[in-house]
């Protein structure tokens, strides 16, 4: 795997020769990078308590000090204490939220982290994941804002585009960005079918085609590991297995409401070929959702607790030896923000946390997401319901990945690389070029020019105009035209909007959009005033397929996107760019064809507004363009 930067990663700091907390007479050959991999795990394994054993099986939220120091105590984010995590608990994998806009100082934390493990007795490294940020999105539950990093659209854009070279060159962007800071786990990519169209986790998705998502996804992970997982590599946890689209009603299981899986259209095996694509691209883990299937003869209980998913499914019938770790928070309930998070504990919400946490092993899963409850397995053991042999089983697997990627003769990043690297001017201008690309022509009407004897499409329009413009800065609008107050004194109207959802009773749930797809009825009167007064472009977010039926025929324009600035819609707009973006999905008519489908099977909804497929280019005719919304 070669860099796009051409700097060497590994000619930063690296590990001291043997960790600074080593007591006399530990074998330290397993610091030997001459030795085979599988010889360095059994030497270290041999040495490892029991305590130190389980702190391998927790993987939870870690905060960030100001300017890049370690975190002393909780935060509001979920994160601990440091030293706690990784003295008292014997822990070293940590998940990443929000990190300092300045790379170097991310960075500077990340070797700061590793020095502290590198002190205790084993000195194992720590391992940091992270979900995507690389992106507009902000739900700390899903994804984050990019910040210093490239930004592209969401994996649903890069479906948009649909080029297999274009999203492996996204993921090894990104790879070299989270290298650079210290991140050596994605917790994605999101390879679910969209089938259900009102889930709210669809955004991080491929859409819902088969053959499409296992492409794409597969793409994906050769970008972020290349041919093989290595030093060079970030290794990818790939989820949902077995697919997580099939939402009774399209709720999210985050929430009790929504943790039923059904499978109507009797469609379970369709869910699991993206992740045949997956398995066959080398993914290192999984992860499987927080759902539990009904009615498919499988154990009702969520899916991190489903041993004939895991091991009969995934294990034995697939044939997979990597890291399998569960979502965030099935054992503990939590408090975030002040709030109640209860555990996604699906169909055993009756067992302890305890008996939670053996029915994960006992399924055949390997760490605890979200969660830092060692004691408990540590308890487990010395009661003797659960082997050592057994835990022995997972902590190989967790500790060969830590040897694999270079971790233990690498552990640390450079400062000054990192500040480089990550949002270089190179990435930037490749993630802005996506995001223009990804931006979908649905509609294109004529409109009278009186110089000419036919109608011609609106898009794209000329620079210099008058815009009137909502949900664009003003000033940015200003450098493609003449900004003014109302649609009455304007040319064109430009008017951005995000697809609708229902407000939910708590904080974390308004950040899952769910429920219907219309929008309201203030919002459709208001676009069809302005659509009346001047000729109207609307851009449409579609993190959800909107119902678009009573605006088609009133504006002159729309377009969709899943991730663009409004640069990179202007530039489309104004002809600077061509759209080239394709439906990822059907957009349904109405929502009783929505409320009719069968959430496992993909393009059901009946009568489609525009189909998966859709996208005009300026070259086609305003004839052609009407006769396909129509």
């Not at 051409?6 to 001291?16: G, R, Y």
């Not at 019938?317 to 965030?328: E, P, Q, S």
């Not at 003003?474 to 407000?503: C, K």
């Amino acid at each position: 795997m070669t860099d796009l930067q051409n700097v060497d990663t590994e000619a930063s700091a690296p590990s001291t020769a043997e960790p600074a907390g080593a007591e006399p007479g530990l074998d330290t050959r397993y610091r030997d990078a001459s030795l085979p991999v599988a010889e360095r795990v059994e030497i270290l394994l041999a040495q490892m308590t029991l305590e130190e054993k389980a702190g391998l099986f927790f993987q939870t939220v870690i905060g960030i000090g100001p300017d890049g120091v370690l975190a002393e105590e909780a935060d509001e984010t979920g994160g601990g204490s440091t030293d706690e995590f990784v003295n008292d608990l014997k822990m070293n994998h940590f998940n990443i939220h929000q990190a300092p806009d300045d790379p170097g100082a991310f960075a500077e934390w990340h070797n700061r982290l590793q020095e502290l493990a590198a002190s205790t007795r084993l000195g194992i490294p720590v391992t940091i994941s992270s979900d995507p940020r690389n992106s507009y999105s902000d739900n700390p539950l899903a994804a984050l804002f990019a910040g210093a990093f490239s930004v592209w659209p969401e994996p649903m854009g890069l479906a948009a585009i649909g080029d297999e070279a274009t999203v492996e060159r996204f993921a090894d962007i990104a790879r070299q960005e989270y290298t650079a800071v210290g991140i050596r786990v994605a917790l994605h990519p999101q390879i679910d079918l969209a089938t259900e169209p009102r889930w709210s986790r669809a955004l991080q998705t491929f859409g819902e085609d088969v053959e499409l998502a296992s492409r794409l996804g597969a793409a994906y992970i050769r970008g972020f590991q290349g041919a093989e997982l290595g030093p060079d590599s970030v290794a990818t946890m790939t989820k949902h297995f077995p697919g997580g689209g099939p939402q009774q009603d399209g709720e999210d299981p985050h929430f009790a409401h929504g943790r039923e899986q059904v499978y109507p259209g009797g469609e379970f095996e369709l869910h699991l070929k993206p992740f045949e694509a997956a398995f066959e691209a080398g993914t290192s883990q999984i992860m499987p959702y927080y759902g539990m299937p009904v009615g498919t003869g499988l154990e009702e209980v969520g899916f991190g607790f489903n041993k004939s998913v895991i091991t009969g499914l995934l294990r034995e019938r697939y044939g997979f030896d990597g890291i399998v770790c569960t979502d965030w928070g099935l054992i503990n309930d939590d408090e975030i923000m002040g709030e109640p998070f209860p555990a996604r504990a699906w169909g055993v919400e009756h067992l302890s946390p305890r008996e939670r946490v053996k029915k994960v092993i006992d399924a055949g899963c390997d760490q605890f997401g979200g969660e830092a409850c060692p004691e408990l397995l540590v308890e487990l053991v010395r009661d003797g319901e659960i082997t050592e042999e057994r835990l022995d089983a997972s902590a190989r697997r967790l500790l060969r990945e830590k040897f694999v990627l270079g971790l233990f003769d690498h552990r640390f990043v450079d400062v000054e690389r990192a500040r480089r690297v990550v949002g270089s001017a190179e990435f930037v201008a490749a993630g802005e070029a996506a995001q223009r690309a990804a931006i979908t022509l649905l509609v294109n009407t004529g409109r009278a020019d009186a110089s000419a004897e036919a109608s011609s499409p609106t898009l794209p329009i000329a620079r210099g105009l008058k815009l009137y413009v909502e949900g664009v800065e003003p000033e940015i609008a200003a450098e493609y035209g003449e900004v003014v107050a109302t649609p009455a004194e304007a040319d064109v109207a430009i008017l951005r909007l995000v697809a609708p959802f229902e407000q939910r009773p708590t904080f974390f749930e308004n950040f899952f959009h769910s429920g219907s797809l219309d929008f309201p009825d203030e919002v459709v009167a208001h676009v069809r005033a302005v659509a009346a007064a001047v000729p109207t472009v609307v851009d449409v977010f579609l993190d959800r397929p909107a119902i678009l039926t009573p605006i088609v025929d009133d504006v002159a324009a729309i377009t969709a996107n899943w991730g663009a600035s409004a640069r990179a819609l202007l530039d489309v707009v104004t002809g600077a760019a061509e759209p080239q973006g394709r439906l990822p999905f059907d957009l349904p008519r109405s929502m009783a064809a929505v409320e009719a489908s069968r959430p496992d099977v993909p393009f059901d909804t009946a009568d489609p507004l525009f189909r998966h497929g859709h996208g005009l280019r300026y070259s086609d005719s305003s004839v052609e363009q009407v006769e396909q919304v129509e």
